[in-house]
């Protein structure tokens, strides 16, 4: 196996806490540290955000339409000061999701990741989700968005 450069743990770091501590714990404080003030962001669920603060409002409602939201990194792969990440992404669907009030129900749906970084900040994410996956365990019409 390679060893892995200074520069590319910074990069996997950097994801890690993105998703562990930003995302799972919905810590708006780690969100602005780890995030460049102008990330250009593409969501899994479709919408384009600029800034920490348009992810950061992203990142809130999900959270208010799915309780105990998590992110999980199932694999990830590190070029310098980019990286790839292989996801699953769950929670309880409590709150308005897709024009659906919250049923209660668990869902959880797959996606992709591609991350750009200065070496300090991530300043490009851009995530593909399964979107249909989501639609039809909401039991939504497939053209709707979020």
């Not at 950097?14 to 930003?22: N, P, S």
Request: contains cysteine.
């Amino acid at each position: 196996m390679m060893q892995q450069s200074e520069g590319e743990a910074i990069t996997a770091d950097l994801v890690r806490r993105f998703y562990d501590e930003a995302w799972n714990e919905a810590d708006q404080k780690v969100a602005r540290e780890i995030l460049h003030p102008s990330i250009k962001f593409r969501a899994s669920l479709g919408p384009e955000r600029e800034g920490a603060d348009g992810f950061i409002n992203y990142m809130l409602a999900i959270h208010a339409a799915l309780a105990d939201y998590t992110c999980t990194i199932d694999e990830m792969l590190v070029d310098g000061a980019k990286a790839a990440a292989r996801l699953t992404f769950a929670g309880r669907h409590e709150g308005e999701f897709f024009g659906v009030a919250g049923t209660g129900r668990p869902i959880a749906w797959c996606g992709a990741a591609f991350f750009e970084t200065d070496g300090r900040q991530i300043t490009r994410l851009w995530v593909l989700g399964d979107v249909d996956g989501v639609k039809q365990q909401l039991g939504v019409d497939p053209q709707r968005t979020f």
